[in-house]
């Protein structure tokens, strides 16, 4: 995946003799489109009613359709285009629109796909493929057909995990053939039904996203896509280059997984549960444990975050995991609405004014969640082995992080405020308590061995030992 600059030839579907040059572009601000010498969307204007000499709308057209001026002249769709167009007597000697997507290769007629490809930088790393190359004797073989390696269902839908390989082949005078071919594997997802490219970006991909984030802590791209259109009527639709903003550049090195000192906790050559197994499990415990799956990776989806920020993001992580793990009442209701009602009828008993005693009810009644606290330390005691090696290192670290988090989100004094660097590690350790309750609901057994044995987790404690 590659960012670009393309000129071409842009329209309105079915006004294609009202043409008009432009560039579009696909950057790290996401993709844009630029046209020249005229409004692209005067013709819809007017249809819907847009008149005077002079004016100026801002139109959102679902697709539009473009030409490049390349040698192979691709067709191209654009989908969610918004912007100003102003009438054709204005001086405007260009027209800026944003896009939501970049169809590179089709005309559709709407949204609607019925296949995705996603390429993820560290999904070799995690997937761990069979070798494309063996030795035989006198030559090399090279292995090039798709291997599936997993597939499971996902309600209606499929979703698989394959390993494949690109290359290229180039000649020169000094070394003559040289032919390049290396293995590369894709997340795809086989829709049941017609799906909006929104739906398949929302609930398939971001959470095996999610998933791979939460595996190796640390920040994955999706480094390209391909969508395959349905309903066009030009015939059987192929998979088309998708282009939208949540596309990165593809990290430098693989590496970093991989070993001891690098903060992986699961990988598909290594999950005790079978990959067929493990992608439905995670789909459904994503959906249960959305908030503190969000509210976890915040941080790796917007890396700019200040560190009181991301710690704040992390601690309501556990705080929603907890409430989702554990009864998150400090006694059952019945016996809470009893004690309340002794409260009262003592106070009545005692002639305490009526107002009083309905002000005293309302506030009783309200106080049964368990503190924050108790939360974060039935939490971490979950953990088994994992929390216990915290305790043993910071046996305030649980009342420590409850009331820096009661400071950064509700102020007060700062006498006892930690610094930046204290924060940091405190959301760190709080990340890998979080991990290994997450992984060990997905039925990672060993997933506590996995933790302690992880130099960047031995070192985290490090920095918060009392």
């Known amino acids: 995946m590659e960012y670009f600059s393309a000129g071409g030839s842009w329209w309105l579907p079915g006004h294609e003799h009202e043409s008009l040059p432009g560039t579009l572009t696909f950057d790290s601000a996401g993709i844009s489109l630029v046209v020249y010498g005229g409004s692209l969307f005067r013709s819809a204007v007017v249809a819907s009613g847009g008149s005077g000499e002079q004016w100026s709308h801002w139109v959102e057209e679902a697709v539009v359709h473009g030409r490049l001026h390349e040698e192979d002249r691709r067709d191209v769709s654009l989908l969610g285009v918004a912007g100003l167009t102003v009438s054709s007597d204005l001086d405007v000697e260009q027209e800026d629109y944003r896009v939501e997507l970049a169809l590179l290769g089709w005309h559709v007629d709407g949204n609607a796909f019925s296949e995705a490809k996603v390429d993820f930088d560290y999904l070799n790393a995690w997937l761990h493929p069979p070798p494309l190359w063996e030795n035989a004797p006198n030559r090399i073989s090279v292995h090039t057909d798709d291997i599936e390696l997993t597939s499971a269902p996902i309600e209606s839908d499929r979703v698989r995990l394959v390993a494949g390989c690109s290359g290229n082949r180039r000649w020169s005078r000094t070394t003559g053939d040289v032919v390049r071919v290396e293995r590369r594997s894709v997340f795809a997802i086989d829709c049941a039904d017609p799906s909006r490219w929104e739906d398949i970006v929302d609930s398939r991909i971001r959470p095996f996203h999610d998933l791979l984030m939460l595996s190796l802590d640390r920040p994955v791209r999706i480094t390209g896509l391909r969508l395959r259109p349905v309903g066009t009527g030009q015939g059987t639709p192929q998979l088309c280059d998708a282009y939208l903003s949540v596309l990165q550049r593809p990290s430098a090195s693989l590496h970093a997984i991989v070993g001891v000192n690098a903060p992986t906790l699961l990988r598909a050559n290594d999950s005790p549960v079978d990959l067929a197994a493990l992608l439905p499990r995670w789909y459904c415990l994503w959906r249960n444990f959305w908030e503190p799956v969000r509210l976890l990776l ?83 005691k979950s953990t088994g082995e994992v929390g216990a090696t915290i305790v043993q290192a910071a046996p305030e670290f649980v009342a420590r992080v409850a009331r820096t988090r009661g400071r950064e989100s509700h102020g007060g004094s700062t006498s006892e405020t930690p610094d930046v660097v204290q924060l940091h590690w405190y959301g760190e350790v709080l990340r890998w308590i979080i991990r290994t309750r997450i992984l060990s609901e997905l039925g990672i057994d060993d997933i506590e061995s996995r933790v302690l044995k992880r130099e960047p987790f031995r070192y985290a404690v490090d920095q918060v030992r009392e």
């Open 298 to 380: 915040a941080p790796e989806y917007a890396p700019f975050m200040y560190t009181a920020h991301k710690f704040t993001s992390t601690y309501r992580s556990a705080e929603a995991l907890a409430k989702a793990l554990f009864d998150s009442k400090q006694i059952p209701r019945p016996d809470h609405n009893a004690r309340v009602q002794a409260v009262i009828n003592s106070a009545a008993s005692a002639g305490i004014d009526t107002e009083v005693i309905e002000w005293a009810k309302a506030v009783l009644q309200s106080r049964n969640d368990k503190p924050q606290k108790q939360l974060i330390e039935e939490l971490v």
